[in-house]
């Protein structure tokens, strides 16, 4: 298995990297330099055998006698996820969800960084909405060559979702984190992550009605949204 292909690693793999990267960002707060896989996967309700196979996908980063340099696997799994850098990303959608995920400070300190806004409302066109001033559609292309985008998350009503997702492809947008409650279509070079808050409730009453039908835990927890590309 080649680990620099993203389609050679199992998408649950992906998932537990970020569980493991801020999982290792707590223990190096409080000042813990080394850990053991045994100790990484107590810590998330997995098996460190879980963990060494998880890791082992992408190299070999630990050392015998010591286990894993928190440091060094932090930096090692920001890396691989891609977040050793900053990512310029656009927002499509003004409403109340979109106002939500403008305020979000999370993704600043992760090195998403959120540079643009638009909306096809023309009341809201050229208004600003905290630090932005919303875009117009109409210059999706422009903005994105301006500012290098590659990641865009999709906040509109479920009717419009796949014209929006087709319009950012076409501008040049290769990832996609879709907030509409809707399934999208997109070519198979283009990753999509889909959030579906009523899906994640629906999971998570189902896990508290029926106990003795758990399905096997993840570890930190519940269903993430479908990952492609």
């Known amino acids: 298995?080649?680990?620099?292909?993203?389609?050679?690693?199992?998408?649950p793999a992906v998932r537990r990297l970020s569980l493991y990267l801020r999982q290792l960002e707590v223990f190096a707060r409080k000042g813990r330099r080394t850990i053991s896989s045994k100790q990484l996967g107590q810590s998330l309700n997995l098996t460190d055998a879980q963990v060494r196979k998880d890791l082992a996908y992408f190299g070999q980063f630990g050392h015998p006698g010591i286990?894993?340099?928190?440091?060094?696997?932090?930096?090692?799994?920001?890396?691989?996820?891609?977040?050793?850098?900053?990512?310029?990303?656009?927002?499509?959608?003004?409403?109340?969800?979109?106002?939500?995920?403008?305020?979000?400070?999370?993704?600043?300190?992760?090195?998403?960084?959120?540079?643009a806004i638009f909306d096809n409302d023309p009341s809201k066109v050229g208004k600003r909405q905290g630090p932005f001033v919303v875009e117009s559609l109409n210059d999706l292309r422009s903005v994105i060559d301006q500012h290098a985008i590659r990641l865009a998350m999709i906040a509109v009503p479920a009717d419009a979702a796949q014209e929006i997702a087709d319009k950012l492809v076409e501008a040049g947008i290769r990832g996609l984190l879709n907030f509409a409650p809707i399934s999208l279509?997109?070519?198979?070079?283009?990753?999509?992550?889909?959030?579906?808050?009523?899906?994640?409730?629906?999971?998570?009453?189902?896990?508290?009605?029926?106990?003795?039908?758990?399905?096997?835990?993840?570890?930190?927890?519940?269903?993430?949204?479908?990952?492609?590309?």
């Open 67 to 115: 286990g894993y340099r928190v440091d060094d696997l932090i930096a090692q799994v920001r890396r691989i996820l891609g977040t050793d850098k900053i990512w310029n990303v656009l927002l499509v959608g003004a409403g109340n969800l979109g106002r939500a995920l403008m305020s979000y400070k999370g993704f600043d300190a992760k090195g998403f960084r959120l540079v």
């Open 185 to 229: 279509n997109v070519p198979a070079d283009v990753a999509l992550n889909a959030v579906d808050l009523a899906v994640q409730m629906e999971q998570l009453s189902f896990l508290v009605n029926v106990p003795a039908s758990q399905p096997e835990r993840t570890g930190a927890g519940g269903v993430i949204g479908d990952h492609r590309g």
């Open 1 to 11: 298995m080649d680990p620099t292909k993203p389609e050679s690693v199992p998408n």
